[in-house]
């Protein structure tokens, strides 16, 4: 079974700096898919950025992007100007490729709190 | 846009009650979830659903079942609650296939008292 760690349970930020949030991972497999995910206070889930594993340039959302090392097992997100609406929980999630079977089933880490501080 | 909802934000029930929660999606997404959220665990998957009157344990099954007799929505039933259940529940959704994003709902904060 897969694991996902996020071993920061709580990190802050000044508005406008950049702040990298870390998440390993542990897996048997070659190909699977990466997620961040956050959730805002009182706000629902929301897609952050993917990437799936196969491909070796790393992913970026705007000011998200992310630092995979396949090797490592590590997928950090790196957020860029900070800005007071990045405020929520971050999740890092795992998704494998069984061919056909895994019906898009994550296995989330234990989520971080991120708080930007104007 | 994709819309998960839930049918109570907040809940509150006895030990022995049991508990239905139900979560409706409106983008005919094939597959349906359910988690609980507790501090310092994340998200744990409870059931999933990938089709009609089809579901598949997750990783923390116990003391729950489910329910999907339509496409559209996805119950969570506690048959006899307990204290330990008292947890936030996110129910989401997703089309079928790789890497595609899941849609969540709101959440209903449960509490067992």
């Known amino acids: 079974a897969q694991t996902v760690t996020q071993s920061q349970p709580e990190m802050s930020v000044q508005e406008a700096e950049t702040v990298t949030l870390s998440c390993t991972y542990d897996t048997s497999e070659s190909n699977y898919y990466l997620f961040w995910y956050k959730q805002p206070p009182s706000r629902q889930m929301i897609l952050v950025i993917r990437?799936?594993?196969?491909?070796?340039q790393n992913a970026t959302e705007n000011r998200f992007s992310v630092n995979f090392q396949k090797a490592a097992k590590s997928f950090s997100l790196k957020i860029s100007d900070s800005q007071l609406g990045d405020t929520a929980m971050y999740f890092c999630a795992f998704m494998s490729y069984l061919g056909g079977t895994s019906y898009g089933k994550l296995t989330f880490g234990q989520g971080t709190i991120l708080t930007v501080h104007p | 846009d994709v819309k998960v909802t839930q049918s109570s934000r907040y809940l509150v029930k006895r030990t022995g009650e049991k508990v239905f929660l139900e979560c409706v999606q409106d983008m005919d997404h094939e597959n349906m979830f359910w988690y609980r959220q507790d501090p310092g665990l994340g998200l744990r998957l409870i059931y999933f659903s990938y089709d009609v009157k089809m579901k598949e344990k997750g990783d923390i099954p116990e003391g729950y079942s489910v329910s999907r007799e339509k496409k559209e929505r996805f119950s969570l039933i506690l048959e006899s609650a307990s204290t330990n259940q008292t947890s936030m529940y996110l129910c989401a959704s997703s089309l079928q296939g790789y890497m595609n994003e899941q849609y969540f709902g709101p959440g209903t904060r449960l509490t067992v008292t």
């Open positions: 990437q799936e594993a196969y491909k070796q």
